[in-house]
């Protein structure tokens, strides 16, 4: 039986494939969500990046740290990303967490674990960042805790995904307009259940990080509840 189901899972994969290809969502060409030459052109960030919020800074700054994180007191150790939110990759996101297109989670969970292969990020454990209830019974699904799983059978970190959750109801970041407002909009918006993360080296799992406020205030948290050190593994920045 144990070498029958992998052939059944395969054979269900190929006729789903027939039945429904993928299709380039930079270009339209079959075969994959990410062609290879639309991988090729993601706007990838290079160094010297904010060691903080990860955001490039200036190759002839001396600044150790960008003027968003500068003086700022953050309980985030950093936050980590491969790409900047723009073209493909922009696009990509939003049909993954917008339009239901769950099928991406696999494609752009291998993009992160490539990165995290070359820039390992310290942690034991994975967490995906919650959604509150309402947003998830209007979404369907937590974008991130697809990410989260994806990047565990990729990885061999443990997830946990249902201790941190989230227990205030905001509008999307995305229409907050300042660094100062996104970080009010997120005080005590999370809480631990337990305190399975004691001790724990974490490693928050997102999308998209634009301010870095949501992942810092869920860093907060996860520190009170015992966290060791919290860090951000994001798929990209929102410049």
């Known amino acids: 039986m144990l070498t029958v ?44 990046v904010c060691p903080r919020c990860g955001r490039p800074l200036p190759e002839t700054s001396s600044a150790a740290e960008c003027s968003n994180c500068a003086g700022r007191l953050t309980s985030i150790a950093s936050i980590n990303a491969p790409f900047l939110f723009t073209g493909v990759i922009r696009d990509a996101v939003h049909e993954f967490k917008y339009r239901n297109l769950r099928a991406l989670g696999p494609e752009l969970a291998q993009l ?16 995906p960042l919650p959604l509150h209830p309402k947003r998830f019974k209007e979404r369907g699904y937590n974008q991130s805790a697809v990410l989260g799983r994806e990047l565990g059978k990729l990885s061999g970190l443990p997830v946990i995904g249902d201790c941190l959750i989230r227990t205030k109801f905001i509008n999307s970041q995305a229409r907050s307009a300042g660094v100062n407002e996104r970080h009010n909009n997120v005080i005590d918006a999370f809480a631990c259940r337990d305190g399975r993360l004691n001790g724990r080296q974490v490693i928050l799992i997102d999308d998209v990080s ?3 406020a949501t992942l810092d205030s869920c860093a907060g948290t996860l520190k ?13 920045l929102e410049l």
């Open 224 to 236: 009170a509840a015992g966290a060791a050190a919290v860090r951000g593994l994001v798929v990209a």
């Open 112 to 127: 992160l674990f490539e990165y995290f292969r070359v820039n390992p990020v310290p942690g034991d454990v994975l967490v």
């Open 5 to 48: 189901l992998p052939r059944v899972a395969k054979l269900k994969r190929a006729a789903l494939d027939l039945l429904f290809p993928q299709w380039c969502i930079g270009c339209g060409k079959e075969g994959s969500y990410i062609c290879g030459s639309c991988r090729r052109s993601l706007k990838t960030i290079i160094p010297p």
């Open 210 to 212: 634009t301010s870095g």
